[in-house]
């Protein structure tokens, strides 16, 4: 399974960012998708993950408000709405697929891309 993020890019703060991530290749099965995202000289950390149906959306408290995750039943593509873009949210952001829950560890993931770089300027 491959994951392909866009719609990365350069922002100053305030202003709004969607991400799209589309799987593809052999995938037998459905996807429970999210998004991590790493900070420079920071930990890899949770963002927010869907499961299949792109019902029971799970956030981290960082971001509740302001992001949105939603992915169709039928589509093996997740998008991730950003806004009230701030400075803290600067990051590589990943995508990451997985057969089973949608859980908020990165080791609950077997599928993941190279990520999308978001930089917001205050």
């Known amino acids: 399974v491959q994951l392909i993020e866009s719609g990365g890019g350069s922002v100053q703060a305030g202003a709004s960012l969607t991400l799209s991530c589309v799987a593809s290749g052999s995938i037998f099965g459905n996807l429970a998708m999210g998004w991590f995202r790493q900070a420079p000289g920071k930990e890899r950390e949770f963002v927010a993950a869907?499961?299949?149906?792109?019902?029971?959306?799970r956030y981290a408290e960082f971001v509740k408000g302001r992001f949105t995750i939603s992915k169709a039943s039928i589509e093996s593509a997740v998008y991730l709405q950003m806004n009230a873009l701030n400075s803290e949210d600067t990051g590589v952001y990943y995508c990451?697929?997985?057969?089973?829950?949608?859980?908020?560890?990165?080791?609950?993931?077997?599928?993941w891309g190279r990520g999308t770089q978001v930089t917001v300027s205050s």
């Open positions: 869907v499961d299949w149906t792109g019902h029971n959306p």
């Open positions: 990451t697929a997985d057969l089973g829950s949608h859980g908020t560890q990165a080791s609950a993931y077997a599928y």
